[in-house]
């Protein structure tokens, strides 16, 4: 079976940072594609695909048809954001200069915009936020699934929600292992708590906050400084990638009683999580069947792979 090009290759979501991206020059020059009676530009296309694409350096053997599967899938995912847009705009979703500025500065680049640069910024961080809002409101319009359709789910993905010895954790980064042996000291001494730890050593706010994992899923190195432990222990500190940690044990969902609460938690977000992903796919779909969409496959740098099933 020939392997999928997104499971070679990773491609970035619609709201990517911005940081790489520069006002493609020449605009008029190569139309490549026409969303409804706009069109689109080859330079515009390049610029989306070397910001949008990471995994592939210019020495990897890759094959052409790979390749030019990767390229056919981030064109449409660039028509359907002009798509999504047109829509947003349609609906009128408004988006603030404070809130533009607030999303450039999150992905600031190393070196200051020119104007040019910076404008186009701006305008690619705008479309990129009314596509947001319009999700957005698309998710606030839909149901909270019901406690009878919750029951119903955990009982139908009760396997997959709540694997073997569940457990929740906690993980403190120390910048040390010296450092890391004298926290664990303090804690276990009770002159200082986890949290107290946490909040002076985390590297970033929230960073220590528990997680709801299996056992399974931890590397055999976690496992064996965690075996044995009660919850609210803490481990002995472990090297991991070059970093050192503390772990600390919330809760072992031992108890059929916690496994049936965490079943529930758990299936009531995943049941949230589909619910979402099968609205923005339907809006998606309905606003591209509506949506005049016309390539022209003889100015692509790359043969377009169709999706079987999409006009």
């Not at 064109?75 to 533009?100: G, K, Q, T």
């Amino acid at each position: 079976m020939r392997t999928r090009a997104w499971m070679v290759l990773v491609l970035i979501p619609f709201l990517a940072t911005l940081a790489c991206e520069d006002p493609p020059a020449d605009r008029d020059r190569v139309v490549v594609a026409y969303v409804g009676n706009q069109p689109l530009y080859l330079n515009d296309v390049q610029a989306y695909f070397e910001s949008n694409m990471i995994g592939v350096e210019p020495g990897d053997d890759l094959p052409a048809a790979t390749i030019d599967e990767v390229k056919s899938r981030l064109l449409d995912a660039m028509i359907d954001e002009h798509i999504l847009h047109a829509e947003a705009e349609r609906r009128a979703v408004r988006v603030s200069d404070l809130e533009v500025a607030t999303y450039l500065d999150m992905g600031a680049a190393e070196t200051p915009d020119d104007a040019e640069r910076r404008a186009w910024r701006e305008l690619l961080a705008r479309q990129r936020l009314m596509i947001q809002k319009l999700q957005e409101q698309v998710v606030r319009e839909l149901s909270l699934p019901t406690d009878d359709e919750v029951v119903a789910y955990a009982e139908a993905h009760r396997d997959e929600l709540i694997p073997s010895r569940p457990l929740e954790l906690r993980a403190l980064q120390i910048g040390s292992l010296e450092e890391a042996v004298r926290v664990q000291r303090e804690i276990r001494s009770r002159r200082m708590t986890f949290n107290e730890a946490a909040l002076a050593h985390e590297a970033s706010p929230g960073q220590a906050l528990p997680q709801r994992m299996s056992w399974e899923a931890l590397s055999e190195d976690v496992r064996a400084v965690l075996e044995g432990l009660k919850p609210g222990d803490v481990s002995k500190p472990i090297e991991l990638r070059g970093e050192t940690y503390l772990f600390q044990i919330g809760t072992w969902l031992d108890d059929p009683a916690d496994q049936d609460i965490e079943l529930m938690h758990r299936a009531m977000q995943a049941l949230e999580g589909e619910r979402r992903r099968e609205a923005l796919d339907d809006l998606q779909r309905q606003l591209r069947s509506r949506s005049a969409v016309r390539l022209k496959e003889a100015t692509l740098p790359f043969r377009y792979v169709p999706v079987a099933g999409r006009t």
